[in-house]
């Protein structure tokens, strides 16, 4: 049984230190701050302060380890072998890396170095890439540009959203770090540098970006729509409301050349096959499926439609 710390704080964390608990000894877990949420913006605590809470495991909620060193000192007295790390959201100086004699590992939501940095499960989506997974690395002092340990590769489905991903990535990478870290400590398994080539580096997630561009291709706002759910999702205005896409497709080619011949405008809402709402886009069309009115429920787009009859012929921005 190894004693270690766990860092984390997001849903996609709670699997993995499920399975460290399971076989080893959580000293504490260290996690983002509570956060002011919802309406009342009443201080919420994150998924894994709960899981750490329920079972009687310490927790420490810094905001910056360089702003707080007294931290740091709480990790050197705790004595860990190791820390494990799972969408902390917080910097670890090189103070903190030196902690631990095995270092710290962490569980990175793609196939590095494809995709380094702060959202790589939202960007495998935007990319339109093929499949992702998880690698299990040594953390040093750049970003995500440490040596692997282990890597285990899943298929990104037509329908993923960063949700379902992120869902299914937690818990291969809850088990690929339950398999990897008894082999890491017993040095049956040596980190190995990253591949040079391919890296690509995946920013902070904005929420001004998330704003459809119609002019862009109908696969590439699809993308996003998935990419950006749950948050922040994407949305358009009409008649200065802001209208939320939550869900969406593209049209055959015949379709959309035959609103074209008609005339459609670029981000023109139209009619076709009787029921189905569509956008023309900069290529092909983008058929809506659930939207939502500001502060109003979720409708399927043809609903939506029988209520809002203006909506059809309406250029969307």
Not at 68 to 93: C, F, H, N, Q, S
Not at 141 to 155: C, E, F, I, W, Y
Not at 186 to 198: D, F, R, W, Y
Request: overall charge neutral; aromatic content about 6%; hydrophobic content about 40%.
């Amino acid at each position: 049984m190894t004693n270690l710390i766990f860092m984390g704080s997001p849903q996609f964390a709670v699997p993995t230190l499920e399975a460290l608990a399971r076989e080893h000894c959580i000293l504490a877990v260290f996690t983002q701050p509570d956060k002011p949420a919802g309406r009342g913006q009443q201080l919420t605590a994150v998924p894994v302060k709960h899981w750490a809470v329920a079972h009687n495991v310490p927790v420490h909620q810094p905001k910056s380890f360089r702003k707080e060193p007294a931290a740091i000192d709480v990790l050197r007295d705790l004595k860990p072998e190791v820390i494990v790390v799972a969408a902390y959201g917080l910097i670890l100086p090189q103070t903190v890396l030196d902690v631990p004699p095995f270092g710290c590992l962490n569980v990175h939501g793609s196939i590095l170095p494809r995709h380094r940095g702060a959202a790589p499960i939202t960007s495998a989506i935007l990319a339109g890439d093929a499949e992702t997974g998880i690698t299990i690395m040594k953390m040093d002092a750049g970003l995500d540009t440490g040596p692997m340990l282990s890597v285990a590769r899943d298929v990104i489905r037509s329908d993923d959203t960063t949700a379902s991903l992120s869902e299914r990535l937690s818990h291969i990478g809850a088990q690929l770090m339950a398999d990897t870290l008894p082999k890491y400590l017993s040095g049956e398994i040596t980190p190995q540098p990253q591949p040079t080539e391919g890296v690509t580096y995946s920013p902070k997630i904005d929420k001004a970006n998330a704003q459809i561009d119609w002019s862009k291709p109908a696969s590439e706002i699809e993308r996003r729509v998935r990419a950006y759910t749950p948050w922040p999702g994407t949305f358009t205005f009409w008649n200065g409301q802001m209208v939320k896409v939550l869900k969406a497709g593209c049209s055959p080619t015949r379709v959309f050349r035959g609103m074209q011949d008609a005339g459609s405008k670029i981000g023109e809402v139209v009619k076709f096959n009787d029921e189905s709402i569509g956008v023309m886009t900069g290529e092909d069309m983008l058929v809506l499926k659930e939207i939502q009115l500001a502060g109003r429920k979720t409708m399927k787009a043809e609903d939506f439609v029988r209520g809002q009859p203006k909506f059809i012929g309406a250029v969307l921005g």
